[in-house]
């Protein structure tokens, strides 16, 4: 017998034990794991406060197959998570009977009331979103004993009070987010020594007192969100020193003084948006280092001088820039912006004609230079602008 026949009897042998029973047997089935005693209570407690009968959530229920939730082998609470599910009523204080609880995401619902001060049993925490609620009351000081904490997120509640002292102890806090709140005070000095934070988030709050120079130790931040909080003081050149940043808002403060120059040393900037202060001074000549800048916005200041470095933000894609006292010319190299889609430089003191290098900019849709002392008309070289929507020229 040849070694091709061979191959081929021995391929029709195993075709045939594969249809009889046993032969080839079916892994065993993984064993159904029911949820501990101790995560009954909070499950049943959660589902009573929100008005929402949820699957597996209860003691005949294999808990690995529970919608929203994971378990572990123990039948412990791992995870879970409720994103925008129109949840009402509140998180139950049992909450802090799961603790093998590593993730908690309970965004964009309509919980109210306090958050429950047993959050801080929860030692195993890494992730909590609380976000977009109708939460009131203050953080409870407990947050701090949640040590293994990377993400902690309660912005656009209804939260009000100080932020606690004991937060300085989320030591592996990447993302702080309190944003859209009623908290005051001043910003708590205890956010400084998180120095793993990215991410810092705490504008449209009440925090009063100058913009702090501490915020430079926070040397990791890629996103710094404080605007709409009434701000006093200049902005610190020891934001020179976040050479990670690549967003800043500070917009709708009443910051004075002049932009720092050392903003211009951020090469990694993609927005800057200090729109409603009250900066004097010009544009520093460093921002030509910004080469990554793709939104900049320093609407309705007391800004001055030339427009001319703006031009070499070479990635720029929004320019807004209204209501300040610029003068001088719009400068011909605005046309190498190819990016730009937004060109507002309206109710300034700018004055010649508007370049014909305005018709390379392919993707612009809205122009506005009204209010101006302009000259001439707008250039023939615009007819090329297809997607252009808004022109505002008087």
Sequence with gaps: MDALTRLRLLSAVVAALAVLPGCFPSPPLARAQPWAKSQLPF??????????????????????????????????????????????GFLPASVGAATRLSHLELYNNMLRDSIPDTIGSLLSLQYLDLSANNLTGGIPSSIGNLASLTYFSVSQNRLDGNVPSTISRLTKLQQLSVFNNSFS??????????????VLEVGRNYFAGSFPSQFGDLVNLVYLEVGNMGLIGELNSNLGKLKNLQALYARENFLQGSIPA??????ALTIVQLGGNQLRGSIPASFSNLVNLQGLYLWTNQLNGSLDVVAKCTALQQLAVQYNQFTGSIPSAIGQLKGLNHFGVASNKLSGPIPTTIGNLLNLTTFNVSHNTLTGYLPASMAALTKLENIMSS
Excluded at 53 to 82: I, Q, R, Y
């Design 262 to 267: 050392s903003l211009g040393l951020l090469t």
């Design 43 to 88: 499950l049943a407690e959660c589902q009573a406060a929100w008005k929402r009968s949820l699957s597996g959530w209860d003691a005949t229920s294999n808990c690995s197959e529970a919608a929203f939730v994971k378990c572990d082998k123990d039948g412990m609470l791992t995870s879970m998570a409720l994103l925008s599910q129109s949840l009402t």
């Design 185 to 198: 005070g001043a910003i708590p000095p205890a956010i400084y020594g998180l120095t793993s934070l990215t």
